[in-house]
């Protein structure tokens, strides 16, 4: 609040008049000067104290100041010429009237401390006694107010220069009274009845005279609007720096761009940009023509809402030749209109719904800047005042230029990104499965989602059916994103397939794969790629006949186990080193596996978070495992709405969950073979016996030729023991036959004169698939048949 003296209420005399004319205050001292208690004048016209046979009431003031004499009638029936100061309220409706008594005799201007002041500084200057009421300004004051001495001696600051930024200084006179000391006070107002505000640094002194008594306040105002006016230019750059291009996303950057520019520059700010070439075609050549398409990016204005926006953000207009939005697209150049209405008639004219948004609002400025990056046009910004009566001045448009190509590039940057996310994503989702593959051992379901605002990265998953029923689970993760990690994860992924075809146990895949991405590295760095490749893997072969699980990883997170009946647990597993590394061993691990036991293998993504550590991102996850789903593929969709936040994950997430089913020992049959030829003719009766048993007679032909000539080569290439397995399922029948030998048998070629060669030529031919796995006893041949919906 501003001091109030003893003697202020009476010193001046002041009165309120509403936007319809109506005294809604009148002070002590109106009723002093005109007799009239405030009960009596109060709610009626002011137009009513006019003595209207010697003047009319004046008309509405133009500006926000009015100053004149006007013949006011006293309540005893006489006419007083009053000269008047009145502002415009800072409220935008009605007046501040007031006018100053003589309450007492000021300090005669020849009092040696004023006049030292006023007549020898050479900056516009003003004292005021301890009740902060004027004594005297000099000239270069006077023709700063656009006041006459003589009129507002005796005024306070707040009843000189408008009510609220007079208050503010009155608060820091005070201080200057109180304290004895000087200070300097930065304000905006304006002065003279100016259209625009000034920025002024008024500096205040106490004045003191030979006691050492404050007997006042002196002030100085200092115009430094040009001081200002850049400093808020470079203010606002530095804010864009800082506030546009937060992020990869072209509509969050236009939308920081409006922000930036309202209200520092402009009343309404709207960003409309060209849609950009569609994927797999070039950039437009040169630059757009009239009429010109543009889509609304974002809109920002001083009024909640943007009320003004006669387009919605995503929807598209045109722009006809007419326009300033068209014609900063087509030149290149910043248009700035000065008089909406009468420049931009034509246009209007054809556009009626927006010149009538131009009369409602009163716009009466724009500015229209192009919006360019690397040579290419990407839209326009156009700025509008309405609220603020001055126009664009050439320093406007060179700070909304510099302010626009800052978020050029952001946005050009964004465009870039999305169009690499977008082909990295269509990578990415080229190279995982598409579906899992059904089997036998296990029932499976996944997601993946990339990240939200970062790059695609190289997460995998993968479901890889091996022999003998069993099946290979594998999650990686590549360091990394965008292309170049879509391609390193296609490249391991396959690398993962072929060497599960080959029946390489976990830790020694993982050392394979190892070997890899070092190889992978070298060549990236002798192509010029900066950074070395490396990545995360956990690979799991489950076997349903024995229900035993046998896992590896690579500095990959542990899996999560669920068995039937239990809660979740982490799975004590050796980290190992991620892969790239080179030369560091791998460890694996053997588990039993109750059927029914829910296996979750998942990326990093999953668990991380801003919010929360990994081991509160784990309790998540068990959480979500334990509650009750009909399916795994429910069961994936609770866990990500679980543990990812609403606006998507900051990484990768790739999720991978699996259900272990097993084989009963009914659908298993083994018989340990001697090492004699002349013992595979009963070997075979048995194997039709049992084919007769499960109800597989129609594949009792294929199923003993193949069985033949496995046994006979093991019992003439191996080394025993030898052992024979079936297993089927109601779609394959498998046979497999083991000896120690570490030798793998090959197709070749047999002559037309040769007796033998040609089994597992045979073999091959009636078979839907074949192989060959390494056991540490020695080698399994086996060989899968199809059995076509036999029961």
């Known amino acids: 609040m501003s001091p109030v003296h003893h003697l202020d209420e009476a010193a001046t005399a002041r009165a309120v008049i509403d936007e319809h004319g109506t005294l809604i205050h009148w002070s002590e001292g109106a009723r002093r000067l005109l007799g009239y208690p405030p009960d009596e004048v109060e709610g009626r016209p002011a137009t009513a104290l006019l003595d209207h046979t010697v003047a009319a009431a004046p008309s509405e003031p133009a500006g926000d100041r009015w100053s004149g004499t006007l013949p006011l009638r006293h309540r005893d029936g006489h006419v007083l010429p009053v000269w008047l100061l009145a502002h415009r309220r ?153 506030r546009i291009g937060t992020t990869l996303d072209v509509t969050r950057t236009a939308q920081e761009l409006a922000d930036v520019c309202v209200p520092v520059l402009a009343d309404f700010v709207r960003v409309d940009l060209l849609d950009p070439p569609e994927p797999g075609t070039e950039p437009q050549a040169g630059r757009p023509t009239a009429p010109v398409t543009l889509r609304r990016a974002a809109h920002q204005s001083v009024l909640p809402g943007s009320p003004e926006a006669l387009v919605k953000p995503g929807d598209v207009d045109v722009y006809p030749a007419s326009s300033p939005q068209a014609d900063a697209v087509v030149t290149g150049r910043t248009v700035v209109t000065a008089d909406v209405a009468t420049a931009l008639r034509t246009w209007l004219s054809e556009d009626e719904r927006r010149g009538r948004r131009v009369a409602e609002y009163g716009i009466h400025a724009t500015m229209a800047v192009p919006i360019q990056a690397r040579g290419q046009t990407l839209g326009v910004a156009v700025l509008t005042r309405y609220r603020r009566p001055d126009p664009f001045t050439p320093d406007d448009a060179l700070l909304a230029e510099e302010v626009t190509a800052r978020a050029a590039v952001c946005i050009d940057n964004a465009r870039r990104f999305s169009r690499e996310r977008e082909t990295a994503l269509a990578l990415q989702r080229s190279l995982l499965p598409q579906s899992l593959p059904r089997t036998a051992a296990v029932d499976a379901a996944s997601r993946y989602l990339p990240a939200a605002r970062a790059g695609v990265g190289g997460d995998w998953f993968d479901v890889i059916p091996l022999s003998g029923m069993r099946v290979a689970m594998v999650v990686g993760d590549i360091v990394g994103n965008g292309i170049q990690a879509s391609a390193t994860m296609g490249r391991l992924r396959t690398a993962v397939r072929t060497l599960a075809d080959i029946d390489l146990a976990p830790d020694e895949l993982l050392t394979h794969l190892d070997d890899l991405v070092v190889r992978l590295s070298v060549e990236a760095g002798a192509e010029g790629v900066t950074g070395e490749m490396g990545a995360t893997c956990l690979y799991a072969v489950y076997d349903p006949v024995s229900r035993r699980c046998t896992l590896a990883r690579a500095g990959h997170p542990p899996p999560v186990i669920l068995r039937p009946g239990g809660s979740p647990h982490l799975v004590d597993l050796p980290a190992g080193p991620p892969l790239g590394l080179g030369g560091l061993p791998f460890e694996a691990v053997e588990l039993d596996l109750p059927e029914g036991t829910v296996l979750a293998l998942y990326t990093d993504g999953l668990i991380e978070g801003r919010d929360r550590d990994l081991d509160a991102g784990r309790r998540l996850l068990f959480r979500a495992l334990e509650q009750p789903s009909r399916s795994l593929d429910e069961a994936c969709h609770a866990i990500l709405q679980s543990l990812l936040p609403v606006g998507g994950a900051l990484d990768d997430v790739a999720l991978l969950l699996a259900r272990t089913r097993g084989l009963a020992a009914s659908q298993v049959a083994t018989w340990d073979i001697p090492a004699d030829p002349a013992l595979v003719a009963p070997i075979r009766k048995q194997v039709v016996e049992q084919l007769d048993h499960w109800g597989l007679s129609e594949v009792t032909f294929t199923a003993e030729l193949v069985v033949s000539e496995l046994v006979t080569n093991a019992i003439r ?69 199809t059995l076509l919906g036999e029961e």
Not at 138 to 161: F, K, P, T
Not at 193 to 214: K, S
Not at 760 to 769: G, P
């Open 90 to 242: 800072d409220e935008g409706d009605g007046w501040f009237v007031v006018t100053p008594l003589t309450v007492a005799e000021p300090p005669p201007r020849d009092d040696p401390l004023i006049r030292a002041v006023l007549s020898q500084s050479p900056c516009a200057t003003a004292v005021y006694d301890t009740r902060l009421r004027l004594l005297g300004i000099n000239d270069a004051m006077a023709g700063v107010l656009g006041l006459v001495e003589d009129r507002i001696r005796g005024l306070r600051i707040s009843e000189i220069g408008g009510k609220r930024a007079g208050e503010r200084l009155e608060e820091d006179m005070y201080d200057v009274l109180a304290s004895g000391r000087g200070r300097d006070v930065e304000t905006t107002m304006r002065t003279g009845g100016e259209g625009r505000p000034h920025a002024w640094l008024a500096r205040m002194a106490p004045l003191t005279d030979t006691d050492g008594q404050v007997r006042g306040v002196c002030v100085v105002a200092h115009d430094f609007t040009e001081q200002y006016k850049a400093r808020e230019r470079l203010q606002l750059v530095n804010e864009a720096s800082v």
């Open 717 to 785: 290439y191996g080394e025993p023991p030898i052992r024979l397995r079936l297993i089927h399922d109601p779609d394959t029948l498998i046979c497999e036959v083991s000896d120690s030998s570490h030798t793998a048998p090959h197709l070749r070629r047999a002559k037309i004169f040769d007796e033998g060669g040609r089994g597992l030529l045979l073999v091959a031919q009636l078979t839907q698939r074949w192989g060959s796995r390494h056991t540490p006893e020695g080698k399994t041949i086996w060989a899968e048949l």
